[in-house]
């Protein structure tokens, strides 16, 4: 606890300091902003700010070290803040915006610092563990991390009283220093705990290697449709471009291109002062967007017609127009209110997105035609953020949310659609915070299931495995019972707990070593003990041998290094079959005819303790055996063989012609594949292939999340498929945006070509 204490002193010291020098930045900054400000608002608005934070500087400091004590007293107390509940935000309100923008500007310092200084803070968290008697430590967790400084500074912020707008300045200038300051205490810690014998040696891992001892098909990447293609951009400009010409040939017009009246907005303005400008869009745009009307049908996920919009838009125009001034429209953007309207009516009927996504993300058409007018550049900009931000949730959503049950995925959109619409002013900077913060979270989505997939894997493999060796095991014992004269009660009784001890051997050390052998020599000496043959004249003289039969078992089983407690219960297995084989003798009137067997059978089981022998004890008995003995218990073992050969190689003779050429076509598929399984209601579970094997033929799919859903065999795939109940599925290759620049060009293709 001391060094822990140490570790505290030396790190909230420096944070502390940090956070002095941080401050003397932010009021040179405050001040270069007031001394360059275009209006006097805007200079008294800084002015005011830099006035505030002088003020309430000690508040700041003060909330900003109490914020660390207490995230210092949450880790020594072992609070694991990586499992503590996080408060929901799906509901948002508008006394939710403060905190809803603190969030995501501390989000950006933190991530950008655990990214940059990913080795010494994974380094801190294990030297960490072992100071809390090897408690896992994560970055959530660490007291002197990225997140928890995170936190303090977000406290601090929110003590100085500012405006939004200069709350996001001072988490900027604040970032800057934080993210290069915290290299020295991580390192320094690291070195401290080291010095003092934590971990002196540790190495980092960046990525453990898993053997998963699976086959290695092909694996099919999934496309990311956030950032697009050269080819997808280059296919896209020559569509805008087609669209553009055919805008140009519509002239001046009285209604969008959804049929919503302009009301008399002309639009032939020629870019003077009687047009509308981008502060004239800003303002209509933000009164449409950040109305209780647009904020309420988010919050209920109803969606926004792209014609409610821009009757919305026109009437608040409407409003703000002055003929002796502005209040006329462009041709230009009257194409783009025609073109953005007609890219939000495609979201509506994209098949690629739920209904819920598409409620969600109708209620961006808002601000982004807003965009769209502010920044001509915006349309064919591929790589503007706002844009990848709309494909990249178009992509996610499409990819994993199927119904408005969704818990994880449907909340995130719609924070990020609620966050524009109430935050997004004039601004740009909104859709580069937003859209490294969802990428973040789709990296996390992403990294999550396939840590789930991996672990669903695995363990269909060791069920694999399993199943592989029971099968063996099966065989080598039903063989053997089949083989000789043994009372079936007494073979029941045998069966199953010497079947698992056989494949046990045969998971832990396999079928090529001397332990293999001596486990079915083991199996041979119990089988023999209960045979009819090997009766004897009286029950003390039985119970002797018995005595001393069970006795070698044991020490071969010890030998063999099998578990002391399994190993009783196996003893207890071969104590009843005897006794139940002796009396059954007695009744039979058998025990008195039989002659004494003169066969030690201690000396049958000594071979578990010996080096291994060239053949087994079942190759000696069958070489003694006469000729049709020996015949049938091939022929017995043939039979289990059959009849314990998998399904899949057993349902492959049934197949038609048809079935047998699907089959084959599934031999070479890819791994990451996905198939839509169809229910009896008619609706239908996408799932993606995971894993099979070239054994037993069985396929293992999963969702979205890496679950298991569904194990098959070959066969059983070849003809839900053939039957049309399984079908593959073809995975969409353009970005959100891509489609939608399509469709729009297809239907101004077809209208003009009807005009013409």
């Not at 099966?474 to 063989?479: A, P, R």
């Not at 012609?657 to 008619?682: H, M, N, P, S, Y």
């Amino acid at each position: 606890m001391e060094l822990l204490n140490n570790c505290r002193e030396y790190a909230h010291g420096y944070y502390s300091n940090l956070l002095v020098a941080a401050e003397k930045k932010l009021i040179d900054s405050l001040f270069e902003h007031s001394d360059a400000a275009k209006s006097n608002d805007e200079q008294r608005f800084y002015y005011e700010a830099m006035q505030l934070c002088r003020k309430n500087s000690g508040s700041m400091h003060d909330a900003f070290n109490q914020q660390l004590n207490d995230c210092y007293q949450r880790f020594s107390n072992g609070v694991v803040a990586s499992q503590t509940p996080k408060e929901a935000v799906d509901e948002l309100s508008l006394v939710n915006t403060q905190k809803l923008e603190d969030d995501l500007a501390i989000s950006v310092i933190v991530s950008k610092s655990n990214s940059r200084y990913s080795e010494p803070l994974w380094k801190l968290n294990k030297r960490l563990s072992v100071l809390r008697s090897g408690t896992p430590v994560y970055d959530e967790d660490n007291p002197f991390a990225p997140s928890m400084v995170g936190e303090a500074l977000q406290a601090a912020v929110n003590a100085l009283g500012l405006e939004s707008k200069a709350r996001l300045l001072v988490y900027k200038q604040l970032g800057k220093l934080f993210i290069i300051g915290f290299e020295k205490p991580l390192k320094q810690l690291n070195e401290q705990l080291s010095a003092k014998g934590i971990l002196p040696n540790l190495k980092f891992l960046a990525q453990q290697q898993a053997d998963g001892g699976m086959p290695s098909p092909p694996v099919l990447a999934e496309p990311d449709h956030a950032h697009e293609s050269p080819a997808s951009i280059e296919n896209q400009r020559k569509m805008f471009e087609a669209i553009q010409a055919i805008q140009a040939q519509l002239g001046p017009r009285t209604h969008t291109a959804g049929g919503v009246s302009l009301g008399g907005i002309a639009t032939d303005g020629d870019g003077s002062a009687a047009a509308f400008g981008q502060m004239d869009y800003a303002l209509a745009l933000s009164a449409v967007q950040q109305s209780k009307e647009v904020l309420q049908a988010v919050t209920q996920n109803r969606p926004m017609p792209a014609e409610q919009v821009e009757k919305k838009v026109v009437e608040q125009l409407l409003k703000q127009g002055d003929e002796k001034s502005r209040h006329k429209m462009t041709g230009a953007d009257a194409n783009t209110v025609d073109l953005v309207g007609m890219i939000f009516r495609y979201i509506l009927d994209d098949e690629n997105l739920s209904d819920a996504v598409k409620s969600l993300l109708s209620h961006l058409h808002t601000p982004y035609l807003k965009l769209a007018l502010m920044d001509k550049t915006f349309i064919d900009n591929y790589e503007h953020s706002a844009r990848i931000l709309i494909n990249s949730l178009a992509d996610v959503g499409g990819r994993w949310v199927k119904d408005e049950d969704d818990k994880t995925v449907l909340p995130k959109i719609r924070l990020v659609v609620e966050t524009i619409l109430k935050g997004f002013v004039d601004d740009y900077s909104i859709f580069d915070r937003l859209l490294e913060d969802f990428q973040r979270f789709r990296e996390n989505l992403e990294k999550r299931s396939k840590m789930v997939e991996k672990r669903n894997t695995e363990s269909q493999l060791g069920m694999e495995r399993l199943e592989l060796s029971r099968h063996r095991a099966e065989e080598e014992v039903l063989v053997r019972f089949e083989s000789g004269e043994i009372d079936q009660q007494a073979a029941a009784i045998l069966q199953k707990p010497w079947t698992d001890f056989l494949a046990f051997n045969l998971l832990r050390h396999g079928d090529e070593g001397s332990t293999w052998q001596s486990a079915l020599k083991v199996v041979d000496a119990v089988v023999w003990s209960i045979q009819k043959k090997q009766a004897v004249d009286n029950k003390e003289d039985f119970h002797r041998r018995q005595h001393e039969f069970e006795a070698s078992i044991k020490e071969g089983l010890l030998a063999m290094g099998y578990d002391p407690e399994a190993s009783k219960g196996l003893l207890l297995s071969l104590h009843e079959a005897q006794e139940l084989a002796y009396h059954q003798l007695v009744l039979d009137g058998s025990a008195a005819k039989a002659e004494p067997q003169k066969t030690n059978a201690a000396s049958e089981v000594s071979a578990p303790k010996a080096e291994p022998v060239p053949e087994s004890e079942t190759q000696k008995s069958t070489e003694q055996e006469p000729p049709q003995t020996a015949i049938q218990r091939q022929q017995a073992k043939m039979a289990l063989k059959a009849k314990l050969a998998p399904v899949a190689a057993r349902e492959k003779e049934a197949l038609s012609e048809t079935e047998q050429q699907q089959l084959d076509a599934l031999k070479d598929i890819a791994f990451g594949t996905w198939f839509d399984f169809v229910r009896e209601d008619g609706g239908r579970d996408r799932m993606k292939l995971a894993w099979y094997s070239r054994v037993t033929s069985n396929y293992m799919f999963v969702n979205n999340a890496g679950v298991k859903q569904a194990v098959m065999t070959c066969v059983e795939l070849a003809k839900g498929m053939q039957a049309g109940t399984i079908e593959l599925v073809v995975l969409e290759k353009r970005s959100f945006m891509e489609r939608a620049i399509g469709a729009v060009f297809n239907k101004l293709k077809s209208k003009a070509q009807v005009t013409a």
